[in-house]
């Protein structure tokens, strides 16, 4: 006689549960594992490829992020540009920067192939990871050909 119960085929109702509960426990322990880690894929330096619409209303020229939590960026908003440094924090979807000036920014963000995206409504900065080239260091590949 098998150990299957009822006509269907399945197994007892009383296992169903506790193997949604298995499984829902793996799932969170995975997704807390790769949060844990998603504070350090952001820290280093950054510098800014894409501003939509520009860079005029929104963009974040540069940024080190530090392993402290802390942060130094040039950022543009509505045409204002500062110098800000201060605390942050990055979830792998959220980007929380609290300037030692006061206040506080919060924007979705996401590390994507080596970019990190930042959006805020219809704003939106592109960063590469690494400091921008200085105008007259050697160029390479793509770049040279477009002076």
């Not at 330096?45 to 020229?61: L, T």
């Not at 805020?120 to 200085?134: F, I, N, Q, T």
Request: net charge positive; charged share 25%; proline share 3%.
């Amino acid at each position: 006689m098998s150990s299957r119960c009822g006509s269907n085929g399945r197994r007892p109702a009383s296992r169903r549960p506790l193997r949604k509960m298995l499984r829902l426990e793996a799932a969170l322990t995975l997704l807390v594992g790769v949060l844990a880690g998603c504070g350090g894929a952001i820290v280093g330096d950054w510098h800014m490829v894409q501003a939509v619409p520009n860079k005029d209303v929104f963009a974040i020229d540069d940024a080190q992020f530090h392993r402290d939590g802390s942060f130094a960026a040039t950022i543009t908003i509505e045409g204002r540009t500062a110098r800000e440094v201060g605390s942050y924090r990055f979830n792998g979807f959220k980007l929380t920067l609290r300037p030692q000036a006061g206040g506080q920014h919060s924007y979705n963000a996401l590390i994507k192939l080596g970019k990190l995206e930042i959006t805020d409504s219809s704003r939106k900065v592109v960063l590469k990871k690494g400091k921008k080239e200085k105008q007259g260091d050697s160029k390479t590949g793509e770049e040279a050909s477009n002076p």
